[in-house]
């Protein structure tokens, strides 16, 4: 901070306060809120910071030495030899510095063991595992001492040493605690409210920090740690991490002005298997747009709406005779609840949108096949009809409610059409619907972009819709019969190494032996998706080499305008069953 804002001209305060101010302008405009802001400046912050130096100190656990290192400014830490790479910062892709001064240190090699086995007894702490075992990966060398103070003579921007004025904190000292001095420190009731029950959501750049110095600092304070760590993945762009300091960012408001604040968050929150990076690009959110957004969730919304009106004049009939396949609905409603309840304390977000796009499809699937409008010219199964119309406004009402976290603004439009005020989780229960409750037709939620105007060049040839005939030449019978087709349940999947498209999915064929098929649907399915799924694969074709990978067989999927769905079951075969 102090050396870009002099560079800037500016003091570090002055600094600070510009970019503090973009930073909640920059929320504002994104639509995202917050309980508190805190700034590491600001009275309450310090006060808890000094006190708890002091504390430390007092018990002996900071003491005055000299260390020398290869250094980080952007990262504000030190790194080992074996850290470094190629004599670089493996975060920004800067030289590092030698640096060697006095400082104070905290004595963090003390907990090295204690650490290990906080973590080994509480499996859940950090997540997801891959970084939990990270940690305890770190833990394996040596464990050093924490240098946690600047002279004043190098660096005046910071918090001054309580028992030392030369120095200022530097860092870990000052920014972790801010956790700690949000809710007052110790012995406010905002404190002992809210502190058993924190989670730090980081990214996995500040993994070390948070999981190693943190936990550290907090035992040696007599504060208990965190309730859990939870570990989020890179957006890479163009093969590489996505960074400021780098400088290959994307401007979020350059794609919320052009699509949307919805279809900018669902993007983040359904591309990204949690824990692990994720490639951006901005043909895949517009695929994304269209297929899930327009055509699965805008169209059931605008089919429903419009139905109800025109069947019903516009308000929710009586629940009448649902029908059977109502059922289904509801069942999967209440499964879907559950799986995204389950989701959401994994911090799992595309697992829940998953969850909630599967209810979708099975109410799409509800209106062909009791296809209401047939019902309404049938003056003897008016009760039918209106079974179907409730059943179909009801979903609409729980919908609002699982997507209120997801898709705010689609979700109050959904709720304006039915008339209904914000509801919370508990009212996930089927049949809270009041009939007579008017019904307007809802407008585009989420209108179709066309290639053209995503990528803002020429436009390109649209792939047949469904139900054309391309001319294309039929095949004897003969030949068809020669196509094994099997079912196979996937067993492992997982990414090919530098593409962007491959999968490599482990698959049981009922052989004794697994076989390996290399399918490029890693734009449309993550790996995690896959693992328990089954699917209908060719299962005589010729191995073919992909990117290194022998792969034996093809996965079986259907296309159109981008979206692609793998062939599954509508009823359970064992795998190797034959597939005609």
């Known amino acids: 901070i102090a050396q870009a804002a002099a560079e800037a001209g500016v003091s570090p305060q002055a600094y600070a306060d510009t970019i503090s101010a973009v930073f909640r302008e920059t929320w504002r405009r994104l639509g995202i809120t917050n309980d508190d802001f805190i700034r590491t400046t600001e009275p309450r912050h310090e006060r808890v910071v000094q006190a708890i130096l002091q504390t430390l100190h007092d018990r002996g656990e900071i003491y005055f030495g000299t260390y020398g290192g290869l250094y980080c400014v952007g990262c504000e830490r030190f790194y080992t030899e074996k850290e470094a790479v190629d004599g670089t910062c493996p975060q920004h892709l800067t030289r590092l510095q030698f640096l060697e001064e006095e400082n104070y240190f905290f004595r963090m090699s003390k907990y090295q063991d204690w650490l290990i086995r906080y973590i080994e007894e509480r499996p859940a702490l950090i997540r997801p595992e891959r970084y939990r075992n990270e940690v305890l990966g770190f833990l394996r060398d040596p464990l050093q001492d924490l240098s946690i103070s600047r002279p004043k003579t190098r660096l005046t921007w910071g918090i001054p040493l309580p028992f030392d004025d030369r120095f200022v904190t530097y860092v870990w000292f000052d920014a972790l605690l801010n956790y700690v001095s949000a ?314 190494a530098k593409s962007k498209k491959l999968l490599k999915l482990s698959v049981d064929l009922g052989e004794g032996a697994p076989r390996t098929i290399v399918a490029g649907i890693a734009e449309h399915y993550a790996p995690a998706e896959l693992v328990g799924k089954k699917v209908v694969v060719v299962a005589n074709l010729e191995p073919a080499r992909l990117m290194g990978v022998e792969s034996d067989g093809m996965l079986l999927a259907g296309s159109t305008d981008g979206k692609l769905a793998l062939l599954s079951l509508d009823r359970d075969l064992p795998p190797g069953a034959r597939v005609k």
């Open 183 to 496: 809710l007052g420190g110790p012995g406010a009731a905002a404190y002992a409210t809210l502190w058993p029950h924190a989670r730090h959501l980081i990214g996995k750049d500040i993994l070390k920090p948070h999981g190693v110095y943190w936990p550290c600092m907090l035992k040696a304070a007599g504060l208990p740690v965190y309730a859990g760590l939870v570990v989020h993945g890179y957006w890479n762009l163009g093969g590489g991490k996505m960074s400021k300091s780098i400088g290959n960012v994307v401007e979020a408001f350059e794609l919320t002005d052009k699509y949307g604040h919805d279809a900018f968050r669902y993007f983040l929150m359904r591309e990204m298997t949690f824990g692990l990076d994720a490639n951006f690009s901005e043909e895949a959110l517009v695929g994304r747009l269209n297929s899930d957004l327009a055509n699965d969730l805008g169209n059931l919304v605008s089919r429903a709406t419009t139905m109800i009106a025109n069947f019903a004049d516009g308000a929710v009939p009586e629940p009448g005779d649902p029908g059977p396949e109502s059922a289904v609905v509801r069942e999967t409603l209440a499964r879907t609840r559950r799986d995204v309840d389950e989701a959401m304390r994994e911090f799992a977000f595309q697992r829940a949108l998953v969850a909630i796009w599967e209810f979708i499809a099975i109410v799409n699937g509800y209106i062909d096949a009791v296809q209401p409008w047939a019902l309404a010219r049938d003056p003897g199964r008016r009760a039918r009809l209106h079974g179907a119309l409730y059943t179909l406004a009801e979903s609409l009402r729980c919908l609002a409610v699982l997507l209120d976290a997801f898709l705010p603004e689609a979700a109050t439009k959904i709720r304006r059409g039915l008339g209904l005020e914000p509801e919370g989780l508990a009212a996930l229960e089927w049949g809270r619907l009041a009939p007579g409750t008017r019904v307007a037709k809802a407008p585009a939620l989420f209108p179709r972009v066309e290639a053209a105007r995503a990528a803002g060049s020429a436009p390109v040839a649209p792939e047949p819709a469904v139900g054309d005939k391309p001319a294309r030449p039929r095949v004897p019978i003969d030949d068809f019969a020669r196509i094994e087709l099997r079912v196979a349940l996937v067993l492992a999947a997982e990414a090919v």
